[in-house]
Protein backbone atom coordinates (compact mmCIF):
# COMPACT_ATOMS: atom_id res chain seq x y z
CA UNK A 1 0.00 0.00 0.00
CA UNK A 2 1.27 3.55 -0.99
CA UNK A 3 2.15 5.76 2.52
CA UNK A 4 -0.31 9.04 2.20
CA UNK A 5 1.13 10.12 5.43
CA UNK A 6 2.51 13.99 5.07
CA UNK A 7 4.17 16.52 7.65
CA UNK A 8 3.73 20.01 7.46
CA UNK A 9 6.31 20.88 9.67
CA UNK A 10 5.33 19.57 13.48
CA UNK A 11 2.00 18.51 12.05
CA UNK A 12 1.60 15.34 10.81
CA UNK A 13 -1.18 14.11 8.96
CA UNK A 14 -2.39 10.44 7.75
CA UNK A 15 -3.34 11.71 4.11
CA UNK A 16 -2.53 15.04 2.68
CA UNK A 17 -6.49 15.98 2.31
CA UNK A 18 -7.76 18.91 4.23
CA UNK A 19 -11.13 20.65 4.74
CA UNK A 20 -11.15 24.28 3.66
CA UNK A 21 -12.40 26.79 6.15
CA UNK A 22 -15.76 27.69 6.11
CA UNK A 23 -16.64 25.42 3.90
CA UNK A 24 -16.99 22.55 6.25
CA UNK A 25 -18.97 24.11 8.78
CA UNK A 26 -17.75 22.45 12.48
CA UNK A 27 -17.62 19.11 10.64
CA UNK A 28 -20.97 18.43 12.65
CA UNK A 29 -23.12 19.35 9.89
CA UNK A 30 -20.64 16.43 8.22
CA UNK A 31 -21.27 13.76 10.37
CA UNK A 32 -24.02 12.05 8.61
CA UNK A 33 -22.98 12.58 5.16
CA UNK A 34 -19.19 11.44 5.12
CA UNK A 35 -16.71 8.96 7.12
CA UNK A 36 -14.76 12.46 9.01
CA UNK A 37 -12.24 9.82 10.70
CA UNK A 38 -10.41 9.59 6.67
CA UNK A 39 -9.86 12.96 6.34
CA UNK A 40 -6.42 14.32 7.03
CA UNK A 41 -7.48 17.23 9.24
CA UNK A 42 -10.43 19.53 9.40
CA UNK A 43 -9.76 23.19 9.37
CA UNK A 44 -12.82 25.12 10.85
CA UNK A 45 -14.49 28.27 10.39
CA UNK A 46 -12.40 31.33 10.91
CA UNK A 47 -12.94 32.15 14.81
CA UNK A 48 -12.80 35.91 15.90
CA UNK A 49 -12.33 37.36 19.81
CA UNK A 50 -16.31 38.06 19.89
CA UNK A 51 -19.03 37.44 17.85
CA UNK A 52 -19.86 38.24 14.52
CA UNK A 53 -22.71 38.44 12.65
CA UNK A 54 -21.41 38.28 9.02
CA UNK A 55 -22.61 40.38 6.64
CA UNK A 56 -26.25 41.09 5.14
CA UNK A 57 -28.21 38.21 2.80
CA UNK A 58 -27.80 37.69 0.00
CA UNK A 59 -24.52 35.94 0.83
CA UNK A 60 -23.83 33.23 -1.69
CA UNK A 61 -23.91 33.39 -5.21
CA UNK A 62 -23.74 31.07 -8.11
CA UNK A 63 -21.72 31.95 -11.18
CA UNK A 64 -19.99 30.47 -14.29
CA UNK A 65 -17.70 27.71 -12.99
CA UNK A 66 -17.73 29.05 -9.52
CA UNK A 67 -19.70 30.56 -6.49
CA UNK A 68 -19.08 34.25 -4.90
CA UNK A 69 -19.36 33.83 -0.85
CA UNK A 70 -19.74 37.00 1.37
CA UNK A 71 -20.72 35.46 4.55
CA UNK A 72 -18.35 37.91 6.69
CA UNK A 73 -16.58 35.80 9.16
CA UNK A 74 -19.83 34.66 11.04
CA UNK A 75 -18.98 32.94 13.92
CA UNK A 76 -19.77 32.75 17.92
CA UNK A 77 -16.55 34.19 19.04
CA UNK A 78 -13.78 32.74 20.92
CA UNK A 79 -14.88 31.68 23.82
CA UNK A 80 -18.68 30.55 22.80
CA UNK A 81 -16.36 28.27 20.44
CA UNK A 82 -14.15 26.65 22.60
CA UNK A 83 -17.37 26.02 25.35
CA UNK A 84 -20.04 24.53 22.15
CA UNK A 85 -18.02 23.79 19.30
CA UNK A 86 -14.36 22.22 20.47
CA UNK A 87 -15.82 19.10 22.35
CA UNK A 88 -17.81 17.26 19.62
CA UNK A 89 -14.47 18.32 17.37
CA UNK A 90 -12.43 16.77 19.82
CA UNK A 91 -13.83 12.92 19.18
CA UNK A 92 -13.37 13.05 15.53
CA UNK A 93 -10.33 11.74 16.18
CA UNK A 94 -8.14 13.90 13.05
CA UNK A 95 -6.03 17.20 13.56
CA UNK A 96 -8.24 19.87 14.06
CA UNK A 97 -6.73 23.26 12.81
CA UNK A 98 -8.86 26.00 14.08
CA UNK A 99 -8.81 29.32 11.87
CA UNK A 100 -8.77 32.67 13.54
CA UNK A 101 -8.81 36.06 12.64
CA UNK A 102 -8.65 39.76 14.25
CA UNK A 103 -7.94 43.57 12.64
CA UNK A 104 -4.61 43.83 14.75
CA UNK A 105 -1.50 42.02 15.85
CA UNK A 106 -2.18 41.97 19.45
CA UNK A 107 -5.74 40.49 18.72
CA UNK A 108 -4.15 37.63 17.05
CA UNK A 109 -1.64 36.66 19.62
CA UNK A 110 -4.86 36.89 22.03
CA UNK A 111 -6.43 34.58 20.66
CA UNK A 112 -3.79 32.04 19.86
CA UNK A 113 -2.54 32.18 23.62
CA UNK A 114 -5.87 31.07 24.27
CA UNK A 115 -6.17 28.67 22.22
CA UNK A 116 -2.84 26.95 22.76
CA UNK A 117 -4.07 25.89 26.11
CA UNK A 118 -6.29 23.54 24.59
CA UNK A 119 -4.92 19.86 23.68
CA UNK A 120 -7.27 19.39 20.87
CA UNK A 121 -6.11 22.01 18.64
CA UNK A 122 -3.48 20.79 16.39
CA UNK A 123 -2.46 24.05 14.54
CA UNK A 124 -3.64 27.39 13.97
CA UNK A 125 -4.16 29.16 10.98
CA UNK A 126 -4.58 32.81 10.47
CA UNK A 127 -7.20 33.90 8.18
CA UNK A 128 -5.45 37.08 6.97
CA UNK A 129 -6.48 36.89 3.27
CA UNK A 130 -10.73 36.83 3.52
CA UNK A 131 -11.67 39.54 0.80
CA UNK A 132 -15.30 39.95 1.82
CA UNK A 133 -15.15 42.25 4.90
CA UNK A 134 -16.17 45.23 3.58
CA UNK A 135 -12.49 47.03 4.02
CA UNK A 136 -10.17 49.01 1.88
CA UNK A 137 -6.77 46.10 2.04
CA UNK A 138 -6.32 42.80 3.59
CA UNK A 139 -3.40 42.50 5.81
CA UNK A 140 -2.09 39.70 3.50
CA UNK A 141 -1.75 42.83 0.84
CA UNK A 142 0.91 44.21 3.09
CA UNK A 143 4.51 42.17 3.60
CA UNK A 144 4.63 44.50 6.63
CA UNK A 145 1.70 43.90 8.02
CA UNK A 146 1.73 40.05 7.42
CA UNK A 147 5.03 40.42 9.08
CA UNK A 148 3.66 41.80 12.48
CA UNK A 149 0.73 39.56 12.47
CA UNK A 150 2.57 36.39 11.98
CA UNK A 151 5.72 37.48 14.05
CA UNK A 152 3.47 37.91 17.10
CA UNK A 153 1.26 34.78 16.78
CA UNK A 154 4.50 32.88 16.98
CA UNK A 155 5.72 34.69 20.23
CA UNK A 156 2.67 33.90 21.71
CA UNK A 157 1.98 30.57 20.60
CA UNK A 158 4.11 26.82 19.97
CA UNK A 159 1.39 25.53 17.87
CA UNK A 160 2.15 25.20 14.11
CA UNK A 161 0.83 28.42 12.37
CA UNK A 162 -0.27 28.33 8.73
CA UNK A 163 -0.26 31.69 7.13
CA UNK A 164 -3.21 31.69 4.53
CA UNK A 165 -2.37 34.06 1.74
CA UNK A 166 -4.76 36.20 -0.67
CA UNK A 167 -4.62 35.66 -4.19
CA UNK A 168 -5.37 39.80 -5.06
CA UNK A 169 -1.79 40.85 -4.77
CA UNK A 170 0.61 41.70 -7.23
CA UNK A 171 3.39 39.74 -6.47
CA UNK A 172 2.14 37.03 -3.78
CA UNK A 173 5.82 35.65 -3.73
CA UNK A 174 6.72 38.72 -1.55
CA UNK A 175 3.82 38.15 0.91
CA UNK A 176 4.81 34.62 1.46
CA UNK A 177 8.38 35.22 2.15
CA UNK A 178 7.54 38.19 4.88
CA UNK A 179 5.09 35.40 6.46
CA UNK A 180 8.13 32.89 6.56
CA UNK A 181 11.05 35.53 7.91
CA UNK A 182 8.67 35.74 10.38
CA UNK A 183 8.18 32.63 11.60
CA UNK A 184 5.52 31.39 9.58
CA UNK A 185 5.41 27.24 9.85
CA UNK A 186 3.36 26.78 7.02
CA UNK A 187 1.51 28.42 3.81
CA UNK A 188 -2.00 27.89 2.70
CA UNK A 189 -3.45 29.39 -0.62
CA UNK A 190 -5.00 30.72 -2.36
CA UNK A 191 -8.03 32.08 -0.39
CA UNK A 192 -10.60 33.46 -2.48
CA UNK A 193 -10.62 36.00 -5.72
CA UNK A 194 -12.63 39.38 -5.47
CA UNK A 195 -15.67 39.11 -7.43
CA UNK A 196 -19.29 40.83 -7.51
CA UNK A 197 -22.29 39.57 -9.89
CA UNK A 198 -25.09 41.49 -10.94
CA UNK A 199 -28.70 41.45 -11.12
CA UNK A 200 -29.81 42.67 -14.52
CA UNK A 201 -33.24 43.03 -14.20
CA UNK A 202 -32.80 45.50 -11.22
CA UNK A 203 -29.41 46.75 -11.76
CA UNK A 204 -28.41 46.10 -8.46
CA UNK A 205 -25.85 43.83 -6.86
CA UNK A 206 -26.77 39.81 -5.98
CA UNK A 207 -25.02 40.05 -2.96
CA UNK A 208 -26.03 41.99 0.39
CA UNK A 209 -22.56 42.86 0.58
CA UNK A 210 -22.21 43.85 -3.29
CA UNK A 211 -18.84 42.07 -3.43
CA UNK A 212 -17.39 38.30 -2.44
CA UNK A 213 -14.91 35.88 -2.77
CA UNK A 214 -15.44 33.93 -6.17
CA UNK A 215 -14.10 30.30 -5.61
CA UNK A 216 -13.96 27.05 -7.53
CA UNK A 217 -13.16 25.84 -10.37
CA UNK A 218 -12.78 29.29 -12.55
CA UNK A 219 -9.90 30.09 -10.03
CA UNK A 220 -8.00 26.71 -10.44
CA UNK A 221 -5.58 27.59 -13.33
CA UNK A 222 -4.22 30.86 -11.24
CA UNK A 223 -4.17 29.09 -8.01
CA UNK A 224 -1.72 26.49 -9.37
CA UNK A 225 0.32 29.39 -10.70
CA UNK A 226 0.32 30.84 -7.44
CA UNK A 227 0.89 28.16 -5.44
CA UNK A 228 3.75 27.41 -8.02
CA UNK A 229 5.45 31.07 -7.72
CA UNK A 230 5.64 30.10 -3.64
CA UNK A 231 7.02 26.81 -4.05
CA UNK A 232 9.83 28.38 -5.80
CA UNK A 233 10.40 31.61 -3.69
CA UNK A 234 10.10 29.91 -0.03
CA UNK A 235 11.24 26.75 1.44
CA UNK A 236 7.84 25.72 3.88
CA UNK A 237 5.49 23.38 3.32
CA UNK A 238 2.17 24.47 1.29
CA UNK A 239 -1.40 23.35 1.69
CA UNK A 240 -2.92 24.55 -1.76
CA UNK A 241 -6.04 25.19 -2.63
CA UNK A 242 -8.53 26.97 -4.99
CA UNK A 243 -10.91 25.20 -7.31
CA UNK A 244 -9.96 21.48 -6.57
CA UNK A 245 -12.90 19.72 -6.68
CA UNK A 246 -11.56 15.67 -7.92
CA UNK A 247 -8.08 13.59 -7.62
CA UNK A 248 -6.94 15.02 -10.98
CA UNK A 249 -7.49 18.09 -9.39
CA UNK A 250 -5.46 17.58 -6.03
CA UNK A 251 -2.58 15.44 -7.57
CA UNK A 252 -2.01 18.98 -9.75
CA UNK A 253 -1.25 21.11 -7.20
CA UNK A 254 0.85 18.50 -5.12
CA UNK A 255 2.77 18.22 -8.64
CA UNK A 256 3.08 21.78 -8.50
CA UNK A 257 4.36 21.81 -4.99
CA UNK A 258 1.69 21.41 -2.30
CA UNK A 259 2.60 19.27 0.22
CA UNK A 260 -1.23 19.12 1.15
CA UNK A 261 -4.33 20.02 -0.14
CA UNK A 262 -7.73 21.93 1.05
CA UNK A 263 -10.98 20.69 -0.48
CA UNK A 264 -13.11 23.65 -0.23
CA UNK A 265 -16.53 24.98 -3.06
CA UNK A 266 -16.43 21.24 -3.85
CA UNK A 267 -17.72 20.23 -0.62
CA UNK A 268 -20.84 22.47 -1.76
CA UNK A 269 -21.66 20.01 -4.46
CA UNK A 270 -20.58 16.53 -3.57
CA UNK A 271 -20.27 16.27 0.62
CA UNK A 272 -18.53 12.79 0.02
CA UNK A 273 -15.86 14.59 -2.22
CA UNK A 274 -12.83 14.58 0.08
CA UNK A 275 -13.23 11.12 0.73
CA UNK A 276 -13.31 9.91 -2.49
CA UNK A 277 -10.77 12.14 -3.51
CA UNK A 278 -8.45 10.32 -0.80
CA UNK A 279 -9.38 7.01 -2.17
CA UNK A 280 -8.13 8.62 -5.83
CA UNK A 281 -5.09 9.41 -4.83
CA UNK A 282 -4.61 6.11 -3.19
CA UNK A 283 -5.42 4.40 -6.62
CA UNK A 284 -3.40 6.51 -8.44
CA UNK A 285 -0.24 5.86 -6.72
CA UNK A 286 -0.96 2.21 -6.98
CA UNK A 287 -1.58 2.36 -10.37
CA UNK A 288 1.80 4.56 -10.97
CA UNK A 289 3.92 2.14 -8.58
CA UNK A 290 4.34 5.60 -6.60
CA UNK A 291 5.51 4.30 -2.91
CA UNK A 292 4.86 7.69 -1.07
CA UNK A 293 2.87 10.09 -1.89
CA UNK A 294 6.07 12.89 -0.76
CA UNK A 295 7.58 11.55 -4.05
CA UNK A 296 5.27 14.02 -6.54
CA UNK A 297 5.72 16.96 -4.04
CA UNK A 298 6.62 19.68 -6.33
CA UNK A 299 8.02 17.21 -9.71
CA UNK A 300 6.35 19.25 -12.08
CA UNK A 301 9.06 18.72 -15.01
CA UNK A 302 9.09 22.29 -15.98
Known amino acids: MPNLSVSLGKLKLANPLLVASGT??????????????????????TITLKAQKGNPPPRLCETYSGMLNAIGLEN?????????????????????????????P??????????????SVAALELNISCPNLGKRGLIAQDPQATYRVVQAVKKATSLPV??????????????????????????????????????????????????????GPAIKPQALWMLRQVFRATKLPIIGMGGIMNTRDALEFIVCGAT????????FVNPRVSVEI???IK?????NKIKNIKQLVGSLKA
Open 24 to 45: FGYAGEYQDLVSLKKIGAIVTK
Open 76 to 104: PGLQAFIDKKLSSLRKIGVPIIVSIAADT
Open 106 to 119: AQFARIARRLSSIK
Open 162 to 215: ITKLSPNVTDISAIASAAQRAGSDILSLVNTFFGMAVDLPTRKPILGNTTGGLS
Open 260 to 267: AVAVGTAN
Open 278 to 280: IAG
Open 283 to 287: DYLNK
